[in-house]
């Protein structure tokens, strides 16, 4: 991995996210890791994705990769660890883990590429530098 | 049911509307009626709940009753019918059935309790009288 | 309220839950109180609702009534009290009140009509002796 | 693209698929391509999710991608298309693209590679003969 700090968000699964399949729906585990990187921008980071709005900014995905291992049932807790993998002039590159807390076993990994847009207009942005030194931890 | 005209709007049950009973989960039936309002809203009345936010209105629930009869399955569609129940100064009572369209068979039914508000502030506000004479059908 | 005990759930708002109005989305409170039914059931009551699958047993929801007061918004925790209102033949019912942590504010109450379920068939059964001691408390 | 055939399903966008972005939830992307999946096993290649299952087998998903172009919004409707893109022993890669209904723009693109399991299980097991025919249009 990167030489950026790894952060860890824990997230309990809850009855609404079982599926048919009787575990976590694919598609929730994305909004598990849009979940860990909320928290982890306001505890970790110290910019809130509510700072950046205000500043005008805000992050949407470009583009998402993800790798299911095993899944998660009724009753598991999520721990969701990301980690910055590459800043660039217009966006940043975060990779995930997702393991289950009681056998500490890999559930599911991946990356999600952000671009930095305008809040207003959605157009891109370059990142701020202060932004950029926030992230570089 | 009142004097007010009935709609009708025909939803298809997407897998991702399944929880681990292998039915729709019941709090989707909410937003199978949301839906069909959505779309009444601007098919029926004429009146769409963009131009509700151009003018700086919103509508929020305010209470809601539901009664589950027999459920949907992958496969299903639902047809949602609603009929204005009651206006009121500052809100709207709807009330909706929600049906199987293989069987016609009942599925669900109930009402939602509507407040206009003004869409920036929350406010409870009075319906305006042409908001009023549009839902009068 | 009931002579029945009355338990807690803290749940966090997660950004899925965000609707286009900037707040949890109306159905998801029902979402909420269902996950704190599902954790008190077998914290509290010891009784979860895997031993009530085991069984051949399940819970569906035959009605619901919820007011709501103020909403839950991006970064606010939810406690979700729920507490038995009545136990019948075939059915119980739950009453719940959501608060938000922060300012100890009510933000929906409400509750829920429960009929216990043969896990097969679908069709309701009277609730084993077992079962309304174990509620009973 | 693959020689395979290129099948196509309309979803038509629900307000409780949008936002706090104003726009539809970037996972729900992953929930319509799923649902135009089940459609099309069923009412293209004869062979739908039911029958998988009845038969003891299911598929899941093991990996995807996904780059995102342009959002959809309240009021439209997706085209999404899909495609084999390759069929190995015991996986299936498919291929898909979403686009806006109203001006045939690209939404979003990417693939899923889905394995076949045995249904109770979960273990991956050889595609059988007649599935990878009947895939093979």
């Known amino acids: 991995m990167s030489n950026f700090s790894q952060f860890e968000t824990k997230i ?44 005008g900014f805000s992050w ?8 299911h291992k095993r899944p998660l049932r009724l009753g598991d807790t999520a721990i969701i660890q990301t980690q910055v993998d590459e800043i660039q002039a217009r966006s940043v590159r975060v990779a995930f883990l997702i393991s289950k807390e009681s056998d500490n076993r890999t559930v599911a990994k991946g990356w999600l590429e952000y671009v930095m847009v305008d809040a207003n207009s959605g157009r891109p942005k370059t990142i701020p530098d202060d932004v950029v030194s926030a992230y570089s931890v």
Chains 1, 2, 3, 4 share one sequence.
């Open 12 to 55: 309990g699964v809850r009855p609404d996210d079982i599926d048919m399949n009787q575990h976590v729906h694919n598609s929730k585990y994305f909004d598990y890791v849009l979940a860990a990187r909320y928290d982890q921008m306001s505890r970790c980071y110290g910019m809130s994705m509510e700072k950046f709005l205000e500043r």
């Open 60 to 67: 949407v995905v470009r583009s998402s990769y993800m790798e």
